[in-house]
């Protein structure tokens, strides 16, 4: 399915100052964690590949959810939170992240966050970082399908109240498509909130005889901040605008198709949301 993609949101200075644009208003930014928000502990991932007996090259996410039992799925889980649990003391904020956080928060820009981490590690940066600070929704781990998988995005665009509707039961087809696009995973998106249903038409407030179609999140009018292909492919497929924060060990992602803008710290964003967010120029 083609896709309208914007890449272009107007500035948040003309905004405030109730200049009208007609480019579209920014709604909201999501952001990852680690090496996001905070700074990188590329470390753990290699201590997280030694408990669990497993090369570089096979997710880590993944060889837990396929072991065979859920014993054995919470045993390697645990395992892999606790070596989170040591590194999250060590916890550095990114450079320019309060600046960032303060300019959002100044102009009424909702944050969210959608991150591979689980809720501890979480909670600890933002209560010694960012108190005060509101990022809702906060989707983690137990979120699943999670990131490439752009479910996690789309869920938080739902619960923003950005949504599209799609298909009708003379339409199914339509309706697959769309469902199989936002998730990998069959009915995950649906069962994790990415995807609901609603009735159009019809008369009373229940819906009355009504056709029935799936709402959607929609994420044209986000934009993804992250640090990994997880985050930016995450961020594309969802429909997002994507922006990578960039360092030594991904620099490499400056040029993917993914990633529409690129950025060395948090900071910067405040230039470039204040004067007008220009991204890549393709189409999806």
């Not at 997280?48 to 919470?74: F, W």
């Not at 038409?201 to 179609?213: A, I, L, P, Y």
């Not at 993804?224 to 992602?253: C, E, P, Y």
Request: glycine share 10%; aromatic share 4%.
């Amino acid at each position: 399915m083609t896709q309208s993609r914007p890449r272009r949101f107007a500035p948040l200075k003309e905004a405030a100052a109730g200049h009208h644009h007609d480019l579209p208003k920014l709604k909201g930014v999501i952001f990852d964690v680690d090496g996001t928000l905070c700074q990188p502990q590329n470390y753990m991932f290699a201590q997280m590949r030694s408990v669990l007996g497993i090369p570089k090259s096979t997710d880590i996410l993944e060889h837990i959810y396929s072991l065979p039992t859920p014993a054995q799925q919470e045993e390697a889980m645990e395992s892999i939170r606790a070596i989170e649990r040591r590194s999250m003391a060590e916890q550095q904020a990114q450079p320019g992240l309060t600046t960032l956080m303060s300019y959002l928060d100044a102009q009424g820009v909702r944050k969210g966050i959608c991150t591979r981490n689980f809720e501890q590690p979480v909670t600890h940066l933002l209560t010694k970082f960012l108190s005060g600070s509101i990022f809702h929704p906060v989707v983690t781990r137990d979120f699943r399908p999670p990131k490439p998988d752009p479910a996690g995005l789309l869920f938080i665009a739902r619960s923003w109240g950005l949504v599209r509707l799609v298909g009708g039961p003379r339409d199914q087809e339509v309706v697959k498509t769309v469902v199989e696009e936002l998730s990998d995973a069959s009915g995950a998106g649906e069962k994790e909130g990415a995807v609901g249903t609603g009735k159009i038409g019809g008369s009373g407030g229940d819906g009355g005889n009504g056709e029935e179609v799936k709402e959607v999140g929609d994420a044209s009018h986000l934009i993804m901040v992250g640090d990994s292909i997880d985050d930016m492919t995450a961020g594309h497929r969802a429909g997002a605008a994507t922006v990578l924060l960039v360092n030594d060990a991904n620099r490499h992602l400056a040029d993917h198709e993914h990633t529409d803008l690129v950025i060395e710290r948090l900071d910067e964003l405040v230039h470039v949301l204040d004067h007008g967010f220009v991204g890549r120029e393709v189409s999806s």
